[in-house]
């Protein structure tokens, strides 16, 4: 069980990302009330909705779930955090969550134009969304030093998967902006980009986390006969789930049969989840 000491240790992280995701809900209101009565300052509704939608991702879900993995990990691995480990958690995870501020700024003023500074125009919005996404790579480095050698109990294996879908997502952000970059306009590619870094972020890493959590919470479940069964089923389906997310027009049926089985498997082991 986790303890007072270590849970207050992260409660920092999760406030500035609860106040974080304060600010990422008001400005999806902003964005919803700027298309009946217009937006003020000059903003573009394109511009906030890539605002909102980024700081939901990356500072809201990514810093309060590294915050409450970090917070468990010492009572899972049953071996407290050295200094030095615990200073680096800290710093990935204050460093995500000021990108995600300076990403946010970004996006809100800019989009995915470049920002003029003088005579020098920069991609100010997807250099501080790459900067950020490292930082989930630096996480994930901290998080193997942390684990390693633990036994692979339940909690462990989901956020192993998850962090997994993490990098696999990342893969889909980092192909969007390199498309945004160099004016690449290709329905598909767009589409399937999109929906890997949205799908595999949500579904994934987000989902994966968080179940990770109630099962930390729940060791008994994970001795339930259909814990393991659930796991892999989510771990299987998951890689093609955001195939579903494409629109029709542009797979051919094939293609989408393999993302309806992938979703048939991902809704088997979440509802084998729930009974667990």
Same mark, same amino acid.
């Given at each position: 069980?986790?303890?007072?000491?270590?849970?207050?240790?992260?409660?920092? &992280?999760?406030?500035?990302?609860?106040?974080?995701? @304060?600010?990422? /809900?008001?400005? *999806?209101?902003?964005?919803?009330?700027?298309?009946?009565? /217009?937006?003020?300052?000059?903003?573009?509704?394109? #511009? @906030? !909705?890539?605002?909102?939608?980024?700081?939901?991702?990356?500072?809201?879900?990514?810093?309060?779930?590294?915050?409450?993995?970090?917070?468990?990990?010492?009572?899972?691995?049953?071996?407290?955090?050295?200094?030095?480990?615990?200073?680096?958690?800290?710093?990935?995870?204050?460093?995500?969550?000021?990108?995600? @501020?300076? &990403?946010?700024?970004?996006? %809100?003023?800019?989009?995915?134009?470049?920002?003029?500074? $003088?005579?020098?125009?920069?991609? %100010?919005?997807?250099?501080?969304?790459?900067?950020?996404?490292?930082?989930?790579?630096?996480?994930?480095?901290?998080?193997?030093?942390?684990?390693?050698? &633990?036994?692979?109990?339940?909690?462990? !294996?989901?956020?192993?998967?998850?962090? /997994?879908?993490?990098?696999?997502?990342?893969?889909?952000?980092? /192909? @969007?902006?390199?498309?945004?970059?160099?004016?690449?306009?290709?329905?598909?590619?767009?589409?399937?980009?999109?929906?890997?870094?949205?799908?595999?972020?949500?579904? +994934?890493?987000?989902?994966?986390?968080?179940?990770?959590?109630?099962?930390? &919470? #729940?060791?008994?479940?994970? !001795?339930?006969?259909?814990?393991?069964?659930?796991?892999?089923? %989510?771990?299987?389906?998951?890689?093609?789930?955001?195939?579903? $997310?494409?629109?029709?027009?542009?797979?051919?049926?094939?293609?989408?049969?393999? *993302?309806?089985?992938? +979703?048939?498997?991902?809704?088997?082991?979440?509802? $084998?989840?729930?009974?667990?």
């Amino acid at each position: 069980m986790m303890t007072d000491s270590n849970s207050s240790a992260w409660r920092w &992280a999760w406030l500035c990302a609860l106040g974080l995701f @304060v600010l990422a /809900g008001s400005t *999806g209101v902003l964005m919803r009330f700027g298309l009946l009565s /217009g937006f003020p300052w000059g903003l573009q509704y394109t #511009n @906030v !909705r890539h605002a909102h939608s980024h700081l939901m991702y990356f500072g809201w879900v990514t810093p309060a779930l590294m915050a409450l993995m970090a917070a468990w990990l010492p009572a899972l691995t049953g071996r407290p955090f050295s200094p030095t480990l615990q200073s680096r958690f800290r710093a990935i995870i204050g460093a995500v969550l000021l990108l995600a @501020v300076g &990403a946010y700024g970004a996006f %809100l003023l800019y989009g995915y134009r470049p920002a003029q500074f $003088g005579g020098v125009r920069l991609p %100010l919005s997807t250099i501080l969304a790459s900067l950020n996404m490292l930082g989930w790579y630096a996480f994930i480095v901290v998080y193997r030093q942390a684990t390693k050698g &633990a036994a692979r109990i339940s909690p462990l !294996r989901l956020w192993d998967a998850a962090l /997994g879908f993490l990098v696999l997502a990342s893969l889909g952000a980092w /192909g @969007v902006a390199v498309t945004a970059v160099f004016h690449i306009q290709d329905a598909l590619v767009s589409a399937i980009l999109t929906h890997l870094f949205l799908d595999l972020f949500a579904d +994934g890493w987000f989902v994966l986390g968080v179940l990770g959590l109630a099962s930390a &919470a #729940n060791p008994a479940a994970s !001795r339930h006969p259909w814990a393991a069964r659930s796991e892999s089923l %989510l771990i299987m389906g998951l890689p093609v789930v955001f195939l579903l $997310g494409i629109p029709v027009n542009l797979l051919p049926p094939f293609v989408r049969l393999i *993302g309806s089985l992938g +979703g048939l498997m991902v809704g088997l082991g979440l509802w $084998g989840h729930i009974v667990v």
